[in-house]
């Protein structure tokens, strides 16, 4: 199967995997193996869906690694929370229960242990008419893939914590899902303002965090609860909420004097808005182009330079790019010889080096007819770069590590322990 943007699609192609209804969160618009016709194209394109699988001979062994039961729970999640954001929003002072997303996060949570590897392929949730609700949903889904990579790291982290209990990641997943729900109690003139201009100094806006604390803490876990509050740390200290120390003055949270849950959420909350920044209201975007969410490679790009200046943890960025490809397997990419290829593999360890195989010669016609040459591994092919991704130039995006064991989340703790601060980013300090 191939990942195309819609743009790219015309008639005769077949779906291979659902495609997700953008205005009814966890509704299927097609099924698999419809062939796409012009008036379905075209609605597809007004619907301003980011990316479709069609089915492609040459990479079909890809569907076989499709667990179809996550992406099931995932959107009866995303339905669920979206019916009470409904109820907040008529309804500010309502009163949802949210201790009953404990048990539809628990099955997530178990239907992708059964099969993380099938992460890569699953799509973002699509939810044109409801952002909030999309962005929770996939930071939710972001911040358990991680988890699962970093079980170790958040077993030591939480070293106070019987062992049996350390690993478990329900209450991540809680965090993570209600963690902006806080949104849909601020005034609508500070929603207002950060759909427009993003400021995270608006101190309106931060009341989010507060406030969702509020809405949850005595429904659901002190640690789920905790993370509501504690995503918008910054591992260097630079986050919110400030806390009151014992002499009474209010001091910085930093690296781990940060849950290791709301780390992981703030990783993964700031990936996902580079991806789909807010978007100013009244302003739809004026054509399906300018709607596409930013190409992977460069929101993770940014990500790297976040981590890089201490800004976020970089065990907890070094597990995002292991589930979050930076080139992703079946799609369209241009090597800097001007060739056109498709990815097939690809290694965190190196994750703008992936492998492709190129689209031979003559090929003409859509994606789905592309006939494809040998393989090749970029990692071993420093002359080749991808320049472009999903028909937009990518070039100055790649990002690549600048010491071995970078990108890798054991590699990545052992060299954040062999720091002087001590698990801390150079230059922090206690708060």
């Not at 869906?49 to 040459?58: A, Q, T």
Request: include cysteine.
């Amino acid at each position: 199967m191939l990942r195309i943007d819609p743009l790219q699609a015309v008639p005769g192609m077949r779906t291979a995997l659902p495609v997700l209804d953008p205005t009814k969160p966890g509704h299927v618009l097609l099924k698999p193996r419809v062939e796409l016709e012009g008036p379905v194209i075209a609605k597809l394109r007004e619907m301003r869906l980011s990316e479709i699988w069609i089915e492609f001979g040459p990479l079909e062994m890809l569907a076989d690694s499709i667990n179809p039961r996550v992406s099931a729970q995932r959107a009866r999640l995303t339905a669920m929370l979206g019916e009470d954001f409904e109820k907040l929003r008529a309804n500010p002072n309502a009163r949802p229960s949210f201790g009953k997303y404990a048990e539809p996060v628990t099955e997530l949570l178990d239907r992708i242990g059964q099969d993380l590897e099938s992460a890569m392929y699953i799509q973002d949730t699509p939810a044109d008419n409801d952002p909030l609700l999309a962005h929770s949903s996939n930071v939710c889904f972001l911040s358990l893939l991680m988890g699962m990579r970093m079980q170790g790291y958040i077993m030591r982290a939480r070293e106070r914590v019987p062992p049996e209990r350390a690993r478990q990641l329900d209450t991540l997943g809680l965090g993570a899902l209600l963690h902006d729900v806080g949104m849909l109690r601020i005034t609508d003139r500070a929603r207002e303002r950060w759909e427009t201009d993003a400021d995270e100094t608006d101190i309106d806006w931060r009341r989010h965090v507060v406030d969702g604390y509020k809405m949850v803490r005595e429904q659901i876990p002190a640690t789920a609860s905790a993370t509501v509050l504690h995503h918008h740390q910054r591992y260097d200290g630079a986050g919110f909420p400030l806390k009151t120390a014992p002499r009474g003055e209010p001091v910085p949270l930093a690296g781990d004097d940060i849950h290791v849950f709301a780390r992981i959420v703030a990783v993964a909350e700031q990936f996902d808005r580079l991806r789909h920044p807010p978007r100013p209201p009244h302003h739809p975007p004026t054509s399906a182009a300018g709607s596409r969410p930013m190409p992977t490679v460069r929101a993770l790009s940014m990500m790297h330079d976040l981590a890089r200046a201490g800004t976020i943890d970089p065990v907890a960025f070094a597990a995002l790019l292991s589930v979050v490809p930076a080139y992703p397997l079946g799609s369209c990419v241009t090597l800097s010889s001007g060739r056109k290829a498709v990815v097939t593999g690809c290694d965190p360890a190196e994750p703008c080096r992936p492998r492709v195989a190129p689209v031979i010669v003559g090929s003409d016609g859509p994606p789905d007819r592309y006939v494809l040459d040998d393989e090749i591994d970029l990692r071993q092919r420093t002359d080749e770069l991808i320049v472009e991704a999903d028909g937009r130039g990518v070039q100055r995006d790649n990002f690549f590590p600048s010491r071995p064991g970078e990108f890798d989340v054991h590699g990545a703790e052992y060299l954040l322990r062999a720091t002087p601060a001590g698990r801390r980013p150079p230059g922090v300090t206690a708060g």
